[in-house]
């Protein structure tokens, strides 16, 4: 990862990476989890997709698309979006989420409950929150900061989101609005565009091998002929990024 | 009309052990922390707790009060996790009902609207359904016939919620960004107690903001306290911010294994009273300053 002035860094690789799940998206609320989703969402709404629509990170939505660090003084907004709001907003499907996973497996099941058994777990977390009904009612795609066999696993201990598998078992009250689109990660994207909807790389950012990602996996990954690399940001992008979004370096801390 | 103004200790000396109690606010934001502190007094034991969790279900977790608690997650915000209730977990010490934040929110509207349940996608395909076993789906009498979560009502012997103001007939105020469930809350428990950073008068709340933050009607509340600080550590915005300095020194003591550092930040903070927790306040403050 090169650090010289004017080359992207692998977090500004990632901030493009989570932005591109956003392009075409419409007028719907995205709602990123973690620095570097959250950069990718205002650097989609400066860029290409000006119609997305912000919350404040409180209980309002945000007119304007102001840096990371801005305290409420900083922020415009425009209507309120309180929690209750927000449910109707997720059930009636005007949404893609980006969650964090502390594990997600093949099929993109995601758990953010706990680690070992529920029943007595070895490490509570945070608990499903509303991946459940998230995963089931509008797109959801996951920001994993450090993808590892850790992260990456054959199974999660607390199915939270949805994955393909467990939702065609539960049924059409479960698939007619399931989309797990993608998994963005600090090695590359992820997808579930197969015949049985096993992940897929979708690319890989730059420098990272397939044998990298590989390795970081605790499933077998399906790998295409073709590995496409990741984009790099547009100066425009980078620029946006650097003095605009993000001066005070967030996003690299996050990948650390 | 009755004037619903109680003291603190009259109400919570009205639950009784092994009662399913919901708490108002979302995380470590509005929560009615100075009930919470009353319990904390007592000898009420074996509660079921029903909470988008915050520092209300660590405090109670901590203090042996819980037989089971019922959340979506548990939460401090600026702290991810709270150190009380995940040990509490993983000692296996508590019972648990973990559902989607959404189907909590529909499991109190059902008790509100006194239905047995309300059907919602939220929880299909998930282990909420494994870990939870009592749950149910149901088939749609319409359309394709889907098959959807029938989520029960989440009906509590009591509630608590703090508000910015109250009246003494029992309306409140939010004057913050969100009323988050608190009516809810409210319309889903048999005992309904509102503490307020203030209460007024009857008639004079509309004075005090606008008339849409009067969340809560007379129709859904009890009792009402006056409560001044009543969501601190957490926030209760316009009125103050989450005091972080204390959330830490919270989360850090909580956190200690030995459990020595808790022991002091009890004797320090929880013994007092709730002049003494207050006064307690005073203290860090000027130590913070000098």
């Given at each position: 990862?090169?650090?010289?002035?004017?080359?992207?860094?692998?977090?500004?690789?990632?901030?493009?990476?989570?932005?591109?799940?956003?392009?075409?998206?419409?007028?719907?609320?995205?709602?990123?989890?973690?620095?570097?989703?959250?950069?990718?969402?205002?650097?989609?709404?400066?860029?290409?997709?000006?119609?997305?629509?912000?919350?404040?990170?409180?209980?309002?939505?945000?007119?304007?698309?102001?840096?990371?660090?801005?305290?409420?003084?900083?922020?415009?907004?425009?209507?309120?979006?309180?929690?209750?709001?927000?449910?109707?907003?997720?059930?009636?499907?005007?949404?893609?989420?980006?969650?964090?996973?502390?594990?997600?497996?093949?099929?993109?099941?995601?758990?953010?409950?706990?680690?070992?058994?529920?029943?007595?777990?070895?490490?509570?977390?945070?608990?499903?929150?509303?991946?459940?009904?998230?995963?089931?009612?509008?797109?959801?795609?996951?920001?994993?900061?450090?993808?590892?066999?850790?992260?990456?696993?054959?199974?999660?201990?607390?199915?939270?989101?949805?994955?393909?598998?467990?939702?065609?078992?539960?049924?059409?009250?479960?698939?007619?609005?399931?989309?797990?689109?993608?998994?963005?990660?600090?090695?590359?994207?992820?997808?579930?565009?197969?015949?049985?909807?096993?992940?897929?790389?979708?690319?890989?950012?730059?420098?990272?091998?397939?044998?990298?990602?590989?390795?970081?996996?605790?499933?077998?990954?399906?790998?295409?002929?073709?590995?496409?690399?990741?984009?790099?940001?547009?100066?425009?992008?980078?620029?946006?990024?650097?003095?605009v979004l993000d001066p005070a370096g967030t996003r690299e801390r996050e990948l650390a | 009309m009755t004037d619903k103004r109680a003291a603190l200790e009259e109400v919570v000396a009205g639950l009784e052990d092994g009662m399913t109690i919901g708490f108002g606010g979302w995380g470590s934001r509005r929560k009615p922390m100075a009930a919470v502190r009353e319990i904390l007094r007592t000898d009420l034991r074996d509660l079921t707790v029903v909470s988008y969790g915050g520092p209300d279900v660590g405090l109670l977790c901590a203090a042996g009060k819980v037989r089971k608690v019922v959340y979506g997650f548990v939460t401090l915000d600026s702290i991810a996790l709270d150190p009380h209730f995940r040990r509490a977990r993983q000692q296996g010490a508590i019972e648990a009902m973990e559902i989607d934040e959404g189907m909590f929110y529909l499991g109190l509207l059902a008790a509100s609207q006194r239905v047995p349940f309300l059907p919602t996608r939220a929880g299909l395909g998930s282990d909420v359904l494994r870990v939870n076993p009592d749950l149910r789906t149901i088939r749609s009498p319409y359309g394709e016939g889907e098959e959807l979560v029938a989520v029960p009502a989440l009906s509590l012997d009591a509630s608590f919620v703090h508000a910015n103001r109250a009246d003494t007939h029992g309306n409140a105020m939010m004057l913050g960004p969100d009323p988050f469930f608190d009516d809810l809350f409210l319309g889903a428990a048999r005992l309904r107690i509102v503490t307020a950073e203030r209460v007024v008068e009857a008639g004079s709340l509309p004075a005090e903001g606008p008339m849409q933050s009067i969340a809560i009607s007379r129709l859904l509340t009890d009792a009402v306290v006056e409560a001044p600080m009543g969501a601190h550590f957490t926030s209760c915005e316009p009125d103050y911010g989450r005091d972080e300095a204390f959330q830490t020194a919270y989360a850090k003591a909580a956190a200690d294994s030995d459990g020595a550092a808790w022991a002091a930040f009890v004797a320090r903070h929880l013994e007092g009273g709730e002049a003494g927790y207050l006064a307690s306040l005073q203290v860090g403050a000027r130590e913070a300053a000098s």
């Open positions: 990862m090169s650090t010289a002035a004017g080359e992207p860094t692998r977090a500004e690789v990632c901030v493009v990476a989570c932005a591109e799940i956003w392009r075409d998206a419409g007028e719907i609320i995205v709602s990123p989890f973690g620095a570097v989703p959250a950069l990718g969402a205002r650097l989609a709404r400066l860029t290409f997709a000006p119609e997305i629509v912000l919350t404040d990170g409180g209980a309002a939505l945000m007119a304007n698309t102001p840096p990371l660090s801005a305290g409420p003084e900083a922020m415009v907004l425009e209507a309120p979006m309180p929690y209750r709001r927000i449910f109707d907003v997720v059930w009636s499907g005007r949404r893609h989420v980006m969650m964090m996973a502390s594990q997600i497996d093949r099929y993109g099941n995601q758990n953010l409950s706990c680690i070992g058994d529920w029943s007595k777990p070895k490490a509570q977390l945070i608990g499903v929150r509303g991946a459940p009904g998230n995963t089931v009612n509008h797109p959801t795609s996951y920001w994993v900061p450090s993808q590892s066999p850790r992260s990456f696993v054959e199974h999660v201990d607390m199915v939270c989101g949805v994955g393909y598998d467990r939702a065609a078992a539960a049924g059409p009250g479960a698939t007619k609005y399931h989309d797990i689109r993608a998994v963005v990660t600090n090695l590359g994207v992820f997808d579930f565009d197969t015949p049985d909807h096993a992940m897929r790389i979708q690319s890989l950012h730059p420098g990272v091998s397939v044998q990298d990602v590989i390795d970081a996996t605790g499933f077998e990954l399906v790998v295409p002929n073709e590995v496409p690399t990741s984009r790099l940001p547009t100066e425009e992008e980078l620029d946006l990024i650097r003095s | -």
